[in-house]
């Protein structure tokens, strides 16, 4: 079992930057596809990225892509996404997610706001 913990959610200006962080217990990520996602009140899940296991490998949709960088700190068993650029449109709820067979993510974060003001 693993569980997730997000952090480093607030309130940013739009352009700003913000670093999200989701911290694992209960079981090592190294071996793990991690995935961030996004969703609003009402709104469907968004994919926001994922990272393979060692880093080397990232990807992003359309709509973060140049903007938002997903890492790993395997050895702090933490993986990050850092926001640049933020948009008003980029306000909503943060997950992150783990998966072991890179395809489903059954482990889930509880999530952290990211508001963007214009």
């Not at 952090?7 to 999200?20: I, P, T, Y």
């Not at 973060?64 to 008003?88: C, E, H, W």
Request: hydrophobic share 30%.
């Amino acid at each position: 079992q693993v569980q997730l913990v997000e952090s480093g959610g607030g309130l940013v200006q739009a352009g700003g930057s913000l670093r999200l962080s989701c911290a694992a217990s209960g079981r090592t990520l190294r071996s793990m596809v991690m995935g961030w996602f996004r969703q609003g009140a009402g709104k469907e899940r968004e994919f926001v990225g994922r990272i393979n296991w060692n880093g080397e490998n990232t990807y992003y949709p359309d709509s973060v892509k140049g903007r938002f960088t997903i890492s790993r700190d395997n050895a702090k068993n933490t993986v990050y996404l850092q926001m640049n650029s933020l948009k008003p449109e980029d306000t909503t709820v943060y997950y992150c997610a783990a998966s072991i067979d890179g395809g489903s993510f059954p482990y889930w974060g509880q999530g952290t706001q990211v508001t963007v003001f214009s």
